[in-house]
């Protein structure tokens, strides 16, 4: 079992920048891939980025790549997601989430555990 607990979200100015912060509980962290969604009103959960184990295999949605950088750090139990150069319609909740398989994937019906996510809001 993996609680996963987000913060860092807030209300920034377009092309401003936010750190979002991922804290999992549970000794099973190490042995998860981990990803960041987004979900704005109206929309599906879309996938934003995904990180392997040992940070090896990272992925990126088309829409962010360039902008966003996922890490993490495994002896602090924590995902991070960099967000710069942001745009308005990167405004959504984000979420975190955490697959214990050995691939990294995009898909929301993958990961297995979610957090309760953390507003972002990019003004125009």
């Known amino acids: 079992q993996v609680q996963l607990v987000e913060s860092g979200g807030g209300l920034v100015q377009a092309g401003g920048s936010l750190r979002l912060s991922c804290a999992a509980s549970g000794r099973t962290f190490s042995s998860n891939v981990m990803g960041w969604f987004r979900q704005a009103p109206g929309k599906e959960r879309e996938f934003v980025a995904a990180i392997s184990q040992l940070s090896l295999t990272k992925r990126y949605a088309d829409s962010v790549k360039g902008r966003f950088t996922i890490s993490r750090d495994n002896a602090e139990n924590t995902v991070y997601l960099q967000m710069n150069s942001l745009k308005p319609e990167d405004t959504a909740v984000y979420y975190c989430?955490?697959?214990?398989?050995?691939?990294?994937?995009?898909?929301?019906?993958?990961?297995?555990?979610w957090g309760r996510g953390t507003q972002v809001t990019v003004s125009s």
């Open positions: 989430a955490a697959d214990p398989s050995t691939v990294v994937r995009n898909g929301v019906e993958a990961y297995d555990y």
